[in-house]
C-alpha cells in the first residue's frame, strides 16, 4: 500500500481524542450525501463533549451541483472554537477506487452490487484518513442517524483500542452490526464442504462499520501479521476460490460475513443492532431483524438508485423520515448548532 499522502497535514483545531469521525464514501451520491448529513447534524444534542468530524470522499474532479449540499459543505468547512461541527472534503475517490483495482485483479472478486465497486471502496477508507484520525465509524449515504451519533460512539463496543501485542491474535479492529437469525443464515450462506461463508450464528449489514484502531490497520503488521490490505487480498482470495466464477451480490457484505466466520471476535467487535435496522420490510421478514422490538437508532434503506423513490415495501416510516430530512434548512442546522462551545 502506497504511504497515505496527507499525513503530512497539520492536526486541524479541534480534532482531538475526543473527537468524533464519521466518513462517507460519496461519489455521485450528493442529494443522498446531504440528507445523510442532515440527519446527522440534526440529531447533535448541543453542548457536547465530542466535537463532530465528517471526511466526505468525492470523486478527484467531482463538481458539487446540489446547491443545499454546498450550502452544507461551506458552512461546516471551517474548525473554529464556537463550533462543535467541521465537514472535510477529500476528493480523493479516484485514489480510493484505485486501491479497489488492485484488489479487485489480485483476487478475481466480482460482484453485481448495484453501486459496483463503492460498495467495496469503504473497505480502504482508512488509508485515505490523516494520521492523527484514531477511529472512524464509515456509513452508507442511504443510512439516516435517528438518535445523537454520541451515542454511538461511546458504545463499549467500538471504543478506541490501544495497540496490543500481535501474538494476542485478539485485536478487535471492526466494529459491525449483526441483526439475522441462524435460519436466515443458511439461506443467505450455505456451508460448503471445506469452509463457512458466514458465521453460524451472525450475519452482519455493512452499511455501517467502525475502524477501531486506524493506525494499527494501516501498519503492515497490524492485522495478524499482515497490512489491512494484504489481509483482505488474502482472505477474499479464499472466498473467491470457494465459490469460482460466482458474482458476489454484496460486495463489501460478502468479504466482512466471511471475515467473520473464520475470526469472530479475534477481528470483530459487535455494535448493538439499533445502530443498523433494516428498513426492507420483505427482507425483515426473511432475514429476522434482530431489532424489532427495540427503537431504532438508525434507519437503512436498503435500496438502490434515488433513495426518494423508495417502493411501497419499504415502508411509509422510511419515505417520511427521508423526505423530512432531505427538506431540512441550512438556516435550522445553523441554528442549532453554531457558537455553541463543545
Not at 446547491?67 to 461551506?74: E, F, T
Amino acid at each position: 500500500m502506497r504511504q497515505n499522502n496527507i499525513d503530512h497535514l497539520p492536526n486541524p483545531l479541534n480534532v482531538t481524542g475526543d473527537s468524533i469521525h464519521l466518513a462517507y464514501v460519496a461519489m455521485n451520491s450528493q442529494e443522498n450525501l446531504r440528507t445523510a448529513i442532515n440527519a446527522v447534524i440534526f440529531n447533535r444534542q448541543v453542548p457536547s463533549l465530542h466535537r463532530l468530524h465528517i471526511w466526505v470522499i468525492l470523486g478527484n474532479f467531482e463538481i458539487i451541483r446540489d446547491a443545499q449540499l454546498q450550502d452544507l459543505l461551506s458552512w461546516y468547512k471551517v474548525a473554529n472554537p464556537y463550533t462543535c461541527i467541521q465537514i472535510h472534503v477529500l476528493k480523493k475517490g479516484d485514489d480510493l477506487l484505485g486501491m479497489v483495482r488492485v484488489f479487485t485483479e489480485k483476487t478475481k472478486f466480482k460482484s453485481t452490487h448495484y453501486s459496483g465497486k463503492f460498495a467495496i471502496a469503504k473497505l480502504f477508507v482508512p488509508y485515505l484518513l490523516p494520521a492523527y484520525v484514531d477511529r472512524v465509524i464509515v456509513c452508507d449515504v442511504d443510512l439516516l442517524f435517528m438518535k445523537d451519533i454520541v451515542h454511538l460512539w461511546t458504545t463499549p463496543e467500538i471504543a478506541y483500542i490501544k495497540e496490543r501485542p500481535i501474538r494476542e491474535h485478539r485485536n478487535q479492529l471492526i466494529g459491525v452490526t449483526c441483526q439475522q437469525n441462524a435460519e436466515a443464515i443458511r439461506i443467505i450462506c450455505p456451508t460448503t464442504k471445506d469452509l463457512q461463508r458466514c458465521h453460524p450464528t451472525r450475519y452482519c449489514n455493512t452499511g455501517l462499520i467502525v475502524f477501531r484502531n486506524v493506525h494499527h490497520i494501516r501498519t503492515n503488521d497490524g492485522v495478524f501479521g499482515l497490512s489491512w490490505q494484504q489481509f483482505l487480498v488474502q482472505e477474499t482470495s479464499k472466498l473467491v476460490e470457494m465459490h469460482p466464477g460466482t458474482f458476489f451480490t454484496v460486495a463489501d457484505q460478502d468479504i466482512i460475513n466471511f471475515l467473520l466466520a473464520s475470526y469472530d471476535d479475534q477481528l470483530f467487535s459487535y455494535i448493538p443492532c439499533i445502530w443498523n435496522c433494516n428498513s426492507n420490510i420483505n427482507h425483515a421478514k426473511l432475514l429476522h431483524n434482530g431489532c424489532t422490538n427495540q427503537t431504532c437508532a438508525t434507519l437503512h434503506a436498503i435500496k438502490p438508485a434515488n433513495t426518494m423513490k423508495i417502493s411501497l415495501q419499504e415502508g411509509s416510516f422510511l419515505r417520511f423520515f427521508w423526505a423530512a430530512y432531505a427538506s431540512i434548512h441550512i438556516n435550522l442546522l445553523r441554528s442549532n448548532n453554531a457558537n455553541v462551545k463543545c
